[in-house]
Structures are given as structure tokens and as C-alpha cells.
């Protein structure tokens, strides 16, 4: 599927696992436009009616991209400006991190506003030593809002998060790994990305998704409500072909020889 501004490439791994990689590619500075936002909302769509076992959201160009177009808000009224805002959850955010599949953001360059903030709302993010990171908002007097200021408060802490956001500085890809926001640095990020995202789409993919689901008991409701889902979503995976197999693979050859299915 290709769209004006993005590009949803659907593979399978040498194993036979469903991998789909999704692609920002519009113009020199990859701004989020309507016409951006539309062709990704589109494509996350098509993500959640047929998930994939892993997925690698990157960017083409000269940087991952420069932040949103500021046309976007000029004129909003109050009403307006908060349609907007709910809609890119509902549309983009929420969809992300509700896949049952690993997602991987590959950062090549310089990432501002909506760009970082999807970026926070998937699973892992690799960085190239280059890239730098910002949410900037508050050039245009907003504050940065699809979820950017919550989600790095919970990987780096809330006195990082509001140092990050009100400041509005663009931050460097290793001061975010010691941060806690990137995973792992990368000098070719997108061919490290792109074997990770292979790697998880060959694993066990319920396993994955259940652990998705473990940490958001917890990010909604504390360590309490995760132990109290935790039973029924990992006691859910003994009805499962990939638990059964990897168990008898595990007896029967030791470990690290299963071969999962996403079953």
C-alpha cells in the first residue's frame, strides 16, 4: 500500500513471519501536514485490520522529520483544536500501541514534535549516533500533545520530561539512551532495525502481544491492576500452538530451536 506520504511495505521473514514496514516519505523535511497525516492514518489502519508479527515504522530524506506544518493551526478555534488533538489519538496513537506485535522506530536524524511523540508510542526505538530529538512546541505556544510529554515521562521521569518539553531543545540520541528513551544506538540504524523487527516478527508473537498488554495494565493502573490482569493474559498462552511447540522443543533439543508460528 502506498499512499502521497508514506509507504506500507508487507513482507514475510525467511522463517514465513508476517513483517510489514512503514515508510515516511514526503519531501525534504518529511512535515506532517493533513495530507501526512491522512496517508498515515491510513496506513495504521490497515496495520490493525491485519496485523502483521512485527512492524518497522523508518523515514526516507534528510531527516526523520522536521516537526509539523504550523499551517495545521493557524485559525483553530478551542473546538477545533481539540477535535484535533482526540482524532490523532484515536487515529494514530492509540492504534500503535494497541497492535498485538512488537513495533520498532528507526530514527536516522533529526526527529521533532509528531514524529517523536509516534515514536514514543511504539515498542523500542533505535537512533543513529546523528540523530537528535525535540519537542518544540512551544515556538507556536503549544505544548506537545499525541501523548509526547506523558510517554517520555515514563521512560525518562517526569523532571526529564518537563526539562525536554518546556525548553524546547533538541536533544542528542545518546543523551536519550542514557535517558532511557532510546533503546539502542545504531551507526547503520536502519539495517539494525530492520533484523530486530525480523528477529521479533520470528518470535513468539502472542507472547509479545502479551506482554504489551501486562505493562499497559500497568501504565493505566499501576503495578496492582498488572499483577491482577497478568494471570488471565499469560495463562491464555498455554492454549497456544507457539507455548505447546517451543515446551516440547525445549525438552526434547534444548533451547533457542523452536520455531514459532504466531499460533
Not at 97 to 117: K, M, N, R, S
Not at 218 to 243: C, I, K, M, N, Y
Given at each position: 500500500m502506498t499512499g502521497d506520504c508514506t509507504r506500507l511495505e508487507r513482507s514475510t521473514t525467511d522463517r514465513g513471519a508476517a513483517l510489514?514496514?512503514?515508510?515516511?516519505?514526503?519531501?525534504d523535511l518529511n512535515l506532517f501536514d493533513r495530507a501526512m497525516f491522512d496517508s498515515l492514518t491510513a496506513d495504521i489502519a490497515d496495520l490493525a485490520a491485519g496485523p502483521p508479527r512485527a512492524v518497522l515504522l523508518r523515514a526516507e530524506g534528510r531527516v526523520v522529520s522536521g516537526g509539523v506544518d504550523v499551517h495545521l493551526f493557524d485559525g483553530l478555534t478551542v473546538e477545533q483544536g481539540t477535535v484535533l488533538w482526540r482524532t490523532l489519538f484515536e487515529r494514530i496513537i492509540a492504534p500503535i500501541e494497541a497492535l498485538p506485535c512488537p513495533v520498532v522506530f528507526a530514527a536516522h536524524a533529526l526527529t521533532l514534535t509528531a514524529a517523536f511523540e509516534i515514536a514514543l508510542a511504539c515498542d523500542l526505538i533505535l537512533a543513529a549516533p546523528k540523530a537528535k530529538f525535540g519537542l518544540v512546541e512551544t515556538v507556536v505556544g503549544l505544548t506537545p500533545s499525541m501523548g509526547g510529554p506523558q510517554r517520555l515521562a515514563e521512560r525518562a521521569g517526569s523532571g526529564r520530561a518537563r526539562e525536554l518539553v518546556m525548553t524546547g531543545d533538541?536533544?542528542?540520541?545518546?543523551?536519550?539512551?542514557?535517558?532511557?528513551?532510546?533503546?539502542?544506538?545504531?551507526?547503520?540504524v536502519d539495517a539494525a532495525a530492520r533484523a530486530l523487527a525480523v528477529r521479533l516478527a520470528d518470535g513468539p508473537t502472542r507472547a509479545h502481544d502479551a506482554t504489551k498488554r501486562i505493562i499497559a495494565g500497568w501504565r493505566s493502573a499501576g503495578v496492582g491492576h498488572a499483577d491482577a490482569v497478568t494471570p488471565e493474559v499469560s495463562g491464555a498462552l498455554f492454549g497456544t500452538e507457539d507455548l505447546r511447540g517451543a515446551v516440547r522443543s525445549f525438552l526434547e533439543a534444548g533451547p533457542g530451536k523452536a520455531v514459532y508460528t504466531g499460533r
Amino acid at each position: 500500500m502506498t499512499g502521497d506520504c508514506t509507504r506500507l511495505e508487507r513482507s514475510t521473514t525467511d522463517r514465513g513471519a508476517a513483517l510489514a514496514v512503514l515508510t515516511i516519505d514526503h519531501g525534504d523535511l518529511n512535515l506532517f501536514d493533513r495530507a501526512m497525516f491522512d496517508s498515515l492514518t491510513a496506513d495504521i489502519a490497515d496495520l490493525a485490520a491485519g496485523p502483521p508479527r512485527a512492524v518497522l515504522l523508518r523515514a526516507e530524506g534528510r531527516v526523520v522529520s522536521g516537526g509539523v506544518d504550523v499551517h495545521l493551526f493557524d485559525g483553530l478555534t478551542v473546538e477545533q483544536g481539540t477535535v484535533l488533538w482526540r482524532t490523532l489519538f484515536e487515529r494514530i496513537i492509540a492504534p500503535i500501541e494497541a497492535l498485538p506485535c512488537p513495533v520498532v522506530f528507526a530514527a536516522h536524524a533529526l526527529t521533532l514534535t509528531a514524529a517523536f511523540e509516534i515514536a514514543l508510542a511504539c515498542d523500542l526505538i533505535l537512533a543513529a549516533p546523528k540523530a537528535k530529538f525535540g519537542l518544540v512546541e512551544t515556538v507556536v505556544g503549544l505544548t506537545p500533545s499525541m501523548g509526547g510529554p506523558q510517554r517520555l515521562a515514563e521512560r525518562a521521569g517526569s523532571g526529564r520530561a518537563r526539562e525536554l518539553v518546556m525548553t524546547g531543545d533538541r536533544y542528542d540520541a545518546a543523551t536519550l539512551h542514557d535517558w532511557g528513551v532510546v533503546n539502542q544506538l545504531h551507526d547503520d540504524v536502519d539495517a539494525a532495525a530492520r533484523a530486530l523487527a525480523v528477529r521479533l516478527a520470528d518470535g513468539p508473537t502472542r507472547a509479545h502481544d502479551a506482554t504489551k498488554r501486562i505493562i499497559a495494565g500497568w501504565r493505566s493502573a499501576g503495578v496492582g491492576h498488572a499483577d491482577a490482569v497478568t494471570p488471565e493474559v499469560s495463562g491464555a498462552l498455554f492454549g497456544t500452538e507457539d507455548l505447546r511447540g517451543a515446551v516440547r522443543s525445549f525438552l526434547e533439543a534444548g533451547p533457542g530451536k523452536a520455531v514459532y508460528t504466531g499460533r
